[in-house]
């Protein structure tokens, strides 16, 4: 096992593998910029080193600064999180360069994942069924044109080197097809370096469901069931479920199968995401990859009883699968909402000092955040305060718990987003389970905003 880990994050994900750590007996760094300097993760951490200035480009994103930060403090291994460096390939190269071991894939399993028209190509010739669209990366008008037809419309453009929604743009009609694809290229060049996109059949009414993986380095691979992320508005996910509304005990058996099976093919190791869209006729379509714990892993841990961070920390070390996370029991059901810094009904980011933070608490909540009172949320990075969890013995439990934990949660000084996850849960259809990636855009449409 490892004796000493740097945390390459920051906010709540930083705490979060610390407590990981502290529990498996393993020695901590922080690395902050100037404007974390008094953060949670900077005071729990053994050590802490600052690597720079607020902007995360000349700290977080400073690949240099960390791994001279990991270097002076002698550790044997680095946790990226998510976000950051977490899926950057050429960072956990470095990491292996530099002989400290790097809790995730293996980097030429990044860089496959990373692209994502390759990333499709991989999976399909692994079993998995994706969306029909462009063989590669669409060059030029003339293939672009050609492409379109052959696809039909609608379609979506995306930056094949990134995600977020950005670099994407959804096209009706032919006319519009050309200012479309000059404007997802530009986009794609200016937040991925590359204007290379793909082209995909537009699925109209989809639900977003992802399964959580674990890979070992000994060619085993497991899931840990599906999370429903439907709810999202531009691309971004605001509350994510477990077990999914939409699935049944049939479809996540052999569609976890199928997903255990491929990734054993690329021979994936540590944690990471498949991610689908589910049709109107209940058909699956794999969308991409994301090479790392997500934000809301939290609700599998819920249902399954296991530690995905130390099972990371621990497949990382070289244990079996069946070592890292004890007995699986899939029990229950999982909601998790976040809480960003942001005006519920404009959704202008809300940065500033945080004068009253008190928490819910009680049977089955959860709450993972390293926010507290008199603590200052920058503006220079993601806007997330908080995670509110909960657990129910099924759905409808759940549903009522997430209200209940919601109005006792109490932020002041900045706003939240809790008004708006209230409103969400209110709703008849979401209360039913029915509703598909365009319910945000037609919730804000019937309440006005």
């Known amino acids: 096992m490892f004796q000493k880990i740097l945390v390459a994050n920051r906010g709540e994900i930083a705490l979060r593998i610390i407590c990981a750590c502290k529990e498996l007996g393993i020695a901590t760094v922080a690395v902050y910029s100037e404007?974390?300097?008094?953060?949670?993760?900077?005071?729990?951490?053994?050590?802490?080193?600052?690597?720079?200035?607020?902007?995360?480009?000349?700290?977080?994103?400073?690949?240099?600064?960390?791994?001279?930060?990991?270097?002076?403090?002698?550790?044997?291994?680095?946790?990226?999180?998510?976000?950051?460096?977490?899926?950057?390939?050429?960072?956990?190269?470095?990491?292996?360069?530099?002989?400290?071991?790097?809790?995730?894939?293996?980097?030429?399993?990044?860089?496959?994942?990373?692209?994502?028209?390759?990333?499709?190509?991989?999976?399909?010739?692994?079993?998995?069924?994706?969306?029909?669209?462009?063989?590669?990366?669409?060059?030029?008008?003339?293939?672009?044109?050609?492409?379109?037809?052959?696809?039909?419309?609608?379609?979506?453009?995306?930056?094949?080197a990134g995600?977020?929604?950005?670099?994407?743009?959804?096209?009706?009609?032919?006319?519009?097809?050309?200012?479309?694809?000059?404007?997802?290229?530009?986009?794609?060049?200016?937040?991925?370096?590359?204007?290379?996109?793909?082209?995909?059949k537009y699925l109209q009414h989809p639900r977003h469901i992802e399964f959580q993986v674990l890979g070992d380095q000994h060619g085993k691979v497991i899931h840990l069931g599906e999370r429903e992320c439907t709810i999202q508005r531009r691309h971004q996910k605001l509350i994510e479920e477990t077990p999914s509304p939409a699935m049944d005990a049939k479809r996540r058996k052999e569609l976890g199968a199928k997903v255990v099976k491929a990734l054993e093919h690329i021979g994936y190791t540590n944690a990471g995401t498949i991610e689908f869209l589910m049709d109107d006729e209940g058909a699956f379509y794999f969308i991409e990859m994301n090479t790392r714990i997500q934000v809301e892993h939290p609700i599998t841990e819920m249902v399954t009883g296991v530690?995905?961070?130390?099972?990371?920390?621990?497949?990382?070390?070289?244990?079996?699968?069946?070592?890292?996370?004890?007995?699986?029991?899939?029990?229950?059901?999982?909601?998790?909402?976040?809480?960003?810094?942001?005006?519920?009904?404009?959704?202008?980011?809300?940065?500033?000092?945080?004068?009253?933070?008190?928490?819910?608490?009680?049977?089955?909540?959860?709450?993972?955040?390293?926010?507290?009172?008199?603590?200052?949320?920058?503006?220079?990075?993601?806007?997330?305060?908080?995670?509110?969890?909960?657990?129910g013995r099924d759905r409808g439990e759940s549903l009522s718990r997430m209200k209940r934990a919601l109005e006792m949660f109490v932020i002041e000084g900045i706003k939240t987003s809790i008004p708006m996850h209230l409103r969400i849960l209110a709703d008849a259809d979401f209360a039913a389970g029915k509703f598909d990636t365009h319910f945000i855009e037609r919730f804000l449409n019937s309440n006005g905003k």
């Open 163 to 200: 995600g977020g929604g950005r670099g994407m743009r959804m096209v009706r009609t032919q006319e519009d097809l050309l200012s479309a694809y000059q404007t997802a290229r530009s986009e794609a060049q200016q937040a991925f370096g590359t204007p290379d996109v793909y082209m995909e």
């Open 307 to 391: 530690d995905l961070v130390k099972a990371q920390i621990r497949v990382a070390a070289g244990e079996k699968i069946e070592d890292a996370v004890g007995e699986i029991n899939f029990t229950g059901h999982s909601i998790e909402c976040r809480i960003n810094a942001e005006d519920p009904d404009t959704f202008v980011p809300s940065a500033g000092r945080i004068t009253t933070f008190q928490a819910p608490g009680g049977t089955g909540v959860r709450v993972d955040s390293a926010a507290h009172s008199d603590a200052v949320i920058p503006p220079y990075y993601d806007s997330l305060v908080a995670k509110l969890i909960v657990k």
């Open 35 to 160: 404007a974390d300097r008094n953060a949670l993760h900077v005071r729990f951490a053994d050590e802490a080193v600052c690597i720079g200035p607020a902007r995360s480009s000349e700290s977080y994103l400073n690949i240099p600064q960390v791994i001279s930060a990991a270097e002076i403090t002698n550790v044997d291994a680095i946790h990226p999180g998510y976000g950051f460096l977490s899926e950057n390939a050429n960072f956990a190269k470095v990491c292996e360069a530099s002989e400290i071991t790097f809790i995730g894939p293996k980097p030429e399993v990044i860089e496959m994942m990373g692209e994502k028209d390759r990333a499709r190509r991989e999976m399909k010739a692994a079993g998995l069924p994706t969306i029909p669209g462009s063989d590669g990366v669409v060059e030029g008008e003339e293939q672009l044109a050609s492409e379109a037809k052959r696809i039909g419309y609608p379609l979506i453009l995306k930056a094949a």
